[in-house]
């Protein structure tokens, strides 16, 4: 039986492992955390993700279906004006350890079929690993490093909490403010609630107190501290997404498979796994569906450094919201930016939003 090793047990290194055992191989999974989930200090959370939940289970050969809950409505606001988008195609997806958390569905799966777990193993250099093995290993910097991927710093502070059945179910909201050129969303299903505050710059004190501010006024939700981590994006170069470096082959957010405007990286870690379990028998073929998937990322690059520096980017934002069909096409590169995502999920997500006014807390 041949045998080969994942460094992370993240969505993509589960999903290379699960497809890898079907087709008979001895899979050992190296760990760096104590157990499923990751690093503590980020899970349990909640993301949310444009997603096809019935053909991206029918893609990694496992259904996940369940642990993909309809987002029913979004509500954000660009500054002080609010929104709403009502559009099915967004998910929610919980990360962790917890029973409800997609990584347990993945887990389950491949015990199934024999996946062999190593948890708590930390991995120095690349090289620990034969050649041929995939490497998985999530946001953190070290390992992008070892592989000379180029990567963005990411800097966030988030607030979690389990609630009672209530008004915070499937509740999910977005700021954009002057705090961050990224974003703060907040997420409720499963009982737990959380928020994240994050920025490919520092965050700033006043800035965290603010947006504190703005979730008491406007969600009913008062939480005096925030937790704070670092991490890495895939997301250093306009070339970046890789299935191959060296004698290795990547996974997860490590491959770039990484809408690198918003950040959207569940839909493309899932479709890394199965793409990097491919290359190990398949290589062309893999590249070829990588490359394909993959295919609109430079733009989607390009798009977003033209934001970092258009000091008019929250105005943008507002006139895309609020006269779609004129925006229709900056809309479409938009949504282009999800490798393999939905198709035009965001120029449609638009039509659908409206304009409800100001919003409390100003």
């Known amino acids: 039986m ?10 993509g290194g589960m999903v290379a492992a699960m497809n890898l055992a079907r087709r ?51 509500r954000f606001w660009i500054q002080q004006h609010l929104y709403a988008m009502h559009y099915p195609v967004l998910c929610f997806v919980e990360r ?65 909490f389990e609630f009672d059945a209530g008004k915070l179910d499937r509740h999910l909201r977005c700021y954009f403010d002057d705090y961050t050129r990224d974003y703060f969303y907040a997420a409720g299903v499963n009982r737990l609630w959380y928020g994240l505050l994050f920025g490919r710059q520092p965050l700033t004190d006043q800035g965290r107190a603010e947006c504190l501010r703005q979730i008491e006024a406007r969600e009913g939700v008062q939480i005096k501290e925030w937790r704070h981590i670092t991490g890495c994006t895939p997301t250093g170069s306009i070339t970046n997404p890789r299935l191959f470096t060296g004698k290795y082959l990547l996974a997860g957010s490590m491959s770039g498979m990484m809408d690198p405007f918003f950040l959207f990286g569940i839909h493309g870690a899932l ?72 198709r035009d999920w965001f120029r449609q997500a638009s039509r659908t939003t409206v304009r409800l006014g100001a919003g409390a807390g100003n």
């Open 271 to 342: 479709l890394s796994g199965k793409i990097a379990a491919t290359a190990v028998e398949q290589p062309e073929e893999a590249l070829r569906l990588f490359r394909h998937l993959n295919r609109h990322y430079w733009k989607a690059y390009l798009l977003r450094q033209g934001y970092e520096v258009n000091p008019f980017g929250f105005a943008l934002f507002r006139n895309m919201t609020e006269k779609p069909r004129l925006f229709a096409p900056l809309q479409m590169l938009l949504g282009l930016g999800v490798p393999g995502g939905p």
């Open 96 to 160: 962790g350890d917890r029973p409800t958390a997609l990584d347990q569905v993945l887990y389950r799966n491949c015990t199934e079929q024999g996946v062999k777990f190593h948890f708590g193993v930390r991995l120095k250099r690349p090289t620990e690993l034969p050649p041929g093995s995939i490497f998985a290993c999530g946001l953190h910097p070290l390992m992008y490093q070892e592989l000379g991927i180029p990567f963005q710093r990411i800097y966030g502070s988030y607030l979690a």
């Open 2 to 11: 041949k045998r080969i090793h994942i460094a992370g047990a993240g969505l």
């Open 24 to 74: 008979g191989y001895e899979v050992h999974v190296i760990e760096a955390a104590a157990g499923l989930g990751g690093v503590g200090d980020f899970h349990p959370s909640l993301h949310v993700t444009p997603i096809d939940r019935q053909w991206m289970s029918g893609f990694i050969g496992c259904d996940i279906s369940d642990a993909l809950v309809e987002a029913p409505e979004l």
